[in-house]
């Protein structure tokens, strides 16, 4: 199994930058994908950004331009770089890693609470 934890998140204001990092408990080599999910209550879980094993990135309209995922494998570890953040950007952002043949697992973390004050 594999252990995802999210740092990072806080209170910002509006306008402001957050770096947010999730550290994996083994490789993460094997994930084929790696990604940052929000989520706000009464909300389904929005894709935020995604990395690819091979590197292809993919953005929610909402927030690209202003954020910009990256990884770092020797590290076992993805961020999440935030700028310009608005209101609208508060939510409980969760890491998300997937593997891939033969099992197609889905890996979770537990949440790191960004709040954007305005």
């Known amino acids: 199994q594999v252990t995802l934890v999210e740092s990072g998140g806080g209170l910002v204001q509006a306008g402001g930058s957050l770096r947010l990092s999730c550290g994996a408990s083994?490789?993460?080599?094997?994930?084929?994908?790696m990604g940052w999910y929000r989520q706000t209550p009464g909300k389904q879980r929005e894709l935020v950004a995604a990395?690819?094993?091979?590197?292809?990135?993919a953005y929610a309209d909402s927030v690209k331009g202003r954020v910009a995922i990256s990884r770092d494998n020797a590290e076992n570890m993805v961020y999440l770089q935030m700028v310009s953040l608005k209101p609208e950007d508060t939510a409980v952002y969760y890491c998300?890693?997937?593997?891939?043949?033969?099992?197609?697992?889905?890996?979770w973390g537990q949440g790191t609470q960004v709040t954007v004050s305005s």
């Open positions: 990395i690819a094993s091979g590197g292809t990135r």
């Open positions: 998300n890693a997937r593997t891939g043949s033969p099992d197609w697992d889905t890996y």
């Open positions: 083994r490789s993460i080599d094997r994930f084929i994908s």
